[in-house]
């Protein structure tokens, strides 16, 4: 099994401030045949199902508001939020779907400081 | 607009079965891979199971696997979970997920999800 680790656990970052989390995989999610790591990005809020942020590491799913960005390739991803919104409080977790069993990170839980 | 709405869950004492359901709307239901995730009380998200948009391919995680099955009804646009031989560390909230197309298992919209209780 593909084991996700993010850190960190937790992160307090102050309004306006850059917040950023990391996500590495036991082994590689990168797919030679077409160039792609099968590497998803989620946010939850509290209550709330999780949402799709990104997809292939760094495609930002529709409607996704651009101060999120996504970047990284083979076994080491990062979740960068460049000028934090109230709004982005929530648990943030990574996934591979590159092979089964599908694993997810811990979950990164972001506050505001 | 997509949607997704579990419904089954509930009650009941280990060892005993279940059966979730996930009516689907605002798509071809049978052009996308569905899975089911679940989220114990205060903790991440556990992927369960999957199946391909035709049904012919299904996909297990090693602690479900012998005692959940996963189904679909592409005629109801319908998503099942059969859990039995529940266990207390079952006992979560399970969400039914749309697969990003037939095959994989990134899953692009979550429905509010079902709580189930193992308890005696």
């Known amino acids: 099994d593909i084991v996700m680790t993010q850190s960190p656990d937790s992160l307090a970052v102050s309004l306006g401030e850059r917040a950023t989390i990391n996500c590495k995989s036991s082994?590689?999610?990168?797919?030679?045949?077409?160039?792609?790591?099968?590497l998803a990005w989620y946010q939850q809020k509290s209550g709330q199902p999780p949402k799709l942020l990104f997809y292939w590491a760094s495609t930002r799913e529709s409607g996704v508001p651009d101060r999120f960005s996504g970047s990284g390739s083979g076994t080491d991803f990062t979740l960068t939020i460049s000028t934090l919104q109230a709004e982005d409080v929530a648990v943030y977790y990574c996934?591979?779907?590159?092979?089964?069993?599908?694993?997810f990170g811990q979950g990164t839980r972001l506050e505001i400081k | 607009e997509v949607q997704l709405l579990e419904s089954g869950g509930g009650l009941v004492q280990p060892g005993g079965s279940l059966r979730l359901s996930c009516a689907a709307s605002?798509?071809?239901?049978?052009?996308?891979?569905m899975s089911w995730v679940r989220q114990a009380p205060g903790k991440g998200l556990e992927w369960v199971s999957a199946?391909?948009?035709?049904?012919?391919?299904?996909y297990y995680s090693d602690s479900v696997k012998g005692r959940f099955t996963i189904s679909r009804d592409n005629s109801r646009n319908t998503l099942y979970l059969q859990m039995n031989s529940l266990r207390t560390e079952d006992m979560a909230v399970y969400y039914c997920a749309k697969g990003w197309s037939a095959t994989t298992s990134l899953c692009d919209y979550w429905g509010q999800g079902t709580l189930v209780t193992v308890s005696s």
């Open positions: 605002g798509f071809t239901f049978s052009s996308y891979a």
């Open positions: 082994q590689s999610v990168l797919y030679s045949s077409n160039n792609e790591n099968y």
């Open positions: 996934q591979q779907y590159y092979s089964t069993p599908i694993t």
């Open positions: 199946i391909s948009g035709s049904g012919g391919n299904t």
